[in-house]
């Protein structure tokens, strides 16, 4: 009887060439971290695949958790025989007999040249054995049982399907950025790709109490205890932005206070960056979803800053990702009604086209470097994490 594993593939990992190695090993790390609940089972780390020996475990405890591990391409359910055709033949008809599909198809992978059988000859034998022993037939195109039969030297594996994983890239792996983020729809689930393609993600959160009520600092934990399924500590800057954004809005006119307000937000987040090693910062921003998210506005917002600005969002429908919001679970968060210190200040008719003149021009008009200083230096910062979590993962 074979031996039950799960086998684990790379996605995208598998063209990273000379730094594969650190991939892999960071990934078997996160999958170990990951499942550390499930004590009895083993690992074996391999340059294409992971396996999972499931001992005592089962598979569908398993294979949940691993859905949330960026880095993986896929994975199956699979069966270990010692590499003989026997073996093979044997633990196909005992799956075939435990199975109600009608047609199968046999795919052989001979990845052990020195295998006594060819792949075809692999696959005419075992689906003689199957249509001699099992009422089932042979469907070439469409078959309801795939068997695939991996042959390596001293193992050969048996699976039928396959599971689809995150894709993206092991934590980290990409270096670190800073994400601002808001009560908002968009920037959790920016931050979510971001953390997929394997960044480490710090975020920075700008508050305005007694404007903006806790709700919103608690809202935003919540939101980020979503993110720890998939970067298991994040550590969280608030910044006290109430009187730096009163000063701003006695300066500027109402038209242009919501692209001040956004410069100095880029101002503070990018010292606080630097200081961190965030190599970049990253915001839930689409082109033209509100006035300040123009061209216009983007670049005239940009221009104060020397950072690069990543907007995994940038192109994205707001139904797409609003869906892609309800899947990761931060959707019903994000609805929850509590104000975003965007909003606490009604601004009319807000510039869709800023022009840089004006902007200088404001912003000569107040020693705006003074509260970028302050708000830095009463910033407070903690960290979420699994631990702290109510929900298990
Ligand atoms: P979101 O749904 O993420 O709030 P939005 O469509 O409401 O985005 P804006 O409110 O204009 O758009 O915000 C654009 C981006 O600016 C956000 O995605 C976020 O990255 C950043 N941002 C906005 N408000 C804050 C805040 N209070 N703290 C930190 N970042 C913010
Ligand atoms: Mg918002």
């Not at 199968?104 to 006594?116: A, E, G, S, V, Y």
């Not at 037939?137 to 001293?154: A, F, K, W």
């Not at 880029?266 to 033209?288: D, F, K, M, P, Y």
């Amino acid at each position: 009887m074979g031996t039950d594993l799960i086998l684990v593939r790379f996605g995208e990992l598998s063209t990273k060439g000379k730094n594969i190695k650190d991939f892999i090993k960071k990934l078997g790390a996160d999958i170990k971290e990951k499942l550390k609940s499930f004590s009895t089972l083993s690992y074996r780390i391999e340059h294409d695949h992971i396996y999972i020996e499931l001992h005592e475990e089962k598979y569908e405890d398993v294979s949940k958790r691993l859905l949330d591990v960026p880095g993986i391409g896929s994975f199956s359910f699979v069966k270990r025989v010692p590499e003989d055709i026997e073996e093979i033949i044997n633990e196909v008809l005992r799956s075939c007999k435990n199975n109600s599909a009608k047609t199968f198809k046999i795919i052989t992978k001979r990845i052990d040249k020195l295998f006594p059988y060819h792949s075809d000859e692999v696959n005419r034998m075992i689906a003689e054995k199957v249509l001699k022993n099992t009422i089932m037939s042979v469907d070439v195109h469409n078959p309801e049982l795939p068997i695939h039969i991996m042959i390596r030297p001293g193992n050969c594996y048996i699976y039928s399907s396959s599971q689809k994983g995150l894709g993206g890239y092991p934590v980290g792996i990409a270096g670190k950025s800073l994400m601002l983020l808001s009560g908002g729809i968009d920037s959790p689930v920016a931050a979510f790709n971001m953390i997929k393609r394997g960044v480490r993600l710090e975020c920075i959160h700008f508050s305005s109490p007694p404007y903006t009520s806790s709700n919103v600092i608690t809202k935003i934990r919540d939101i980020l205890h979503v993110l720890n399924k998939y970067q298991t500590s994040i550590k969280l800057y608030i910044v006290p932005f109430t009187e730096f954004q009163e000063e701003i809005y006695k300066y500027a006119d109402t038209s242009y206070a919501i692209t001040i307000m956004r410069r100095m937000m880029l101002r503070i987040s990018e010292a606080i960056a630097r200081h961190h090693n965030c190599l970049v910062l990253s915001s839930g921003e689409s082109v033209g979803q509100v006035a300040s998210q123009t061209l216009k506005s983007i670049a005239a917002i940009e221009e104060c800053s020397n950072m690069p600005i990543i907007r995994p969002l940038a192109t994205v429908d707001k139904v797409d990702i609003i869906n892609e919001a309800k899947k990761i679970g931060t959707y019903d968060i994000s609805i929850r009604p509590f104000e975003d210190c965007c909003t606490i200040f009604e601004v009319k008719n807000p510039t869709t086209c800023p022009h840089l003149d004006k902007i200088k021009e404001i912003e000569s008009h107040f020693d705006y470097q003074k509260y970028v200083v302050d708000c830095i230096a009463n910033i407070k910062y903690e960290y979420i994490t699994l631990d702290n979590s109510d929900e298990e993962f």
